[in-house]
């Protein structure tokens, strides 16, 4: 029997901006491979070598800025703008891709890689450039103390009290591309299903919380995604 679903939360890792040619972090090649998170993604890196930490960041920017979405980031499109039910995406990835592939309710958990926070006033202001300890906040004016609005290891998630609603109150939740090895994040299956959600994952393989989900659809997120948008508008048809 084809249902309708009134609340769907999509939550994406770095698979899905993998076929625009982004380094996703756990794979052979993987960012975490070639850097030490230690490094680059604890707030005591940022304090014992703050312009270590800002330039991998502004090493990373110009690939983002120029990245294109693909044919997964587009699915949600097509599907927020024909299924028109209530459809949040929470992303753990800090590329721009979601936007630039025209997707609302986009909601970076892990934050942006386009955005800078100042540590003194809480100000947060976006930019593609390079940044350092030099700079200063547009907002207070003091220096040393902005950092990649990035959320390091450690520190808590942006969004978290929209996020408990939306899961609460999502009839289906799909995970796109992520290992599902970093919480909060990869325990919100969890939450979804426990508040009766359907519960499908797209991933080239399987994940370590694989067995959380009633479903699983292996593949690249590019096919995969555009595929599972069109089996759901179809059943939208049907009912
Ligand atoms: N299509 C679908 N899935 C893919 C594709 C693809 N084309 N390419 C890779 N994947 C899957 C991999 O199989 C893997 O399960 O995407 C996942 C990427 O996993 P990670 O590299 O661990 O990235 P992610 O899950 O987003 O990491 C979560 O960890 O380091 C932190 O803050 C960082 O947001 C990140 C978080
Ligand atoms: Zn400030």
Same mark, same amino acid.
């Given at each position: 029997?084809?249902? /309708?679903?009134?609340? /769907?939360?999509?939550? !994406?890792?770095?698979?899905?901006?993998?076929?625009s040619?982004?380094a996703?972090?756990?794979?052979? +090649?993987?960012?975490?491979?070639?850097?030490?998170?230690?490094?680059?993604?604890?707030? =005591?890196?940022?304090?014992k070598?703050?312009?270590?930490?800002?330039?991998?960041?502004? %090493?990373?920017?110009?690939e983002l800025? &120029?990245?294109?979405?693909?044919?997964?980031?587009?699915a949600?499109?097509?599907l927020?703008?024909?299924y +028109?039910?209530?459809?949040?995406v929470?992303? %753990?990835?800090?590329?721009?891709? *979601?936007?630039k592939?025209?997707?609302?309710? #986009?909601?970076?958990? *892990?934050?942006?890689i386009? %955005?800078?926070?100042?540590?003194?006033? @809480? *100000?947060?202001f976006?930019?593609?450039g390079?940044?350092?300890?030099?700079?200063?906040?547009?907002?207070?004016?003091i220096?040393?103390? $902005?950092?990649?609005?990035?959320?390091f290891?450690?520190?808590?998630?942006?969004?978290?009290?929209?996020?408990?609603?939306?899961? %609460? !109150?999502c +009839?289906?939740? /799909?995970?796109v591309?992520?290992s @599902?090895?970093?919480?909060?994040a990869?325990?919100? #299956?969890?939450?979804?299903?426990?508040? @009766?959600?359907?519960?499908?994952e797209?991933n080239l =393989?399987?994940?370590? &919380?694989?067995?959380?989900?009633?479903?699983?659809?292996?593949g690249?997120? @590019?096919?995969?995604?555009?595929?599972? #948008?069109n089996? $759901?508008l179809?059943q939208?048809e049907?009912?």
């Open positions: 029997m084809a249902k /309708i679903y009134k609340n /769907i939360v999509i939550l !994406t890792g770095a698979g899905i901006s993998a076929e040619g982004l996703t972090f756990r794979s052979e +090649n993987g960012l975490w491979n070639k850097h030490r998170v230690e490094d680059v993604a604890t707030i =005591e890196a940022y304090w070598n703050p312009d270590y930490v800002h330039d991998f960041y502004n %090493q990373m920017r110009p800025f &120029n990245a294109k979405p693909n044919a997964a980031h587009l949600i499109t097509k927020q703008e024909k +028109n039910s209530n459809i949040n929470i992303t %753990q990835n800090v590329d721009t891709l *979601h936007e592939a025209g997707n609302k309710n #986009v909601w970076h958990i *892990h934050g942006q386009n %955005q800078i926070v100042c540590m003194n006033c @809480g *100000h947060v976006e930019t593609w390079d940044v350092s300890s030099e700079d200063s906040c547009p907002h207070c004016g220096s040393a103390m $902005l950092k990649p609005n990035i959320v290891f450690g520190e808590n998630l942006l969004y978290m009290d929209k996020v408990d609603e939306l899961l %609460q !109150t +009839n289906l939740f /799909i995970s591309g992520t @599902g090895v970093v919480y909060p990869a325990g919100f #299956v969890q939450v979804a299903k426990f508040y @009766g959600a359907d519960t499908i797209v =393989e399987e994940t370590s &919380n694989n067995y959380l989900f009633g479903r699983h659809i292996y690249k997120a @590019g096919k995969a995604l555009p595929d599972l #948008v089996e $759901l179809e939208k049907e009912a």
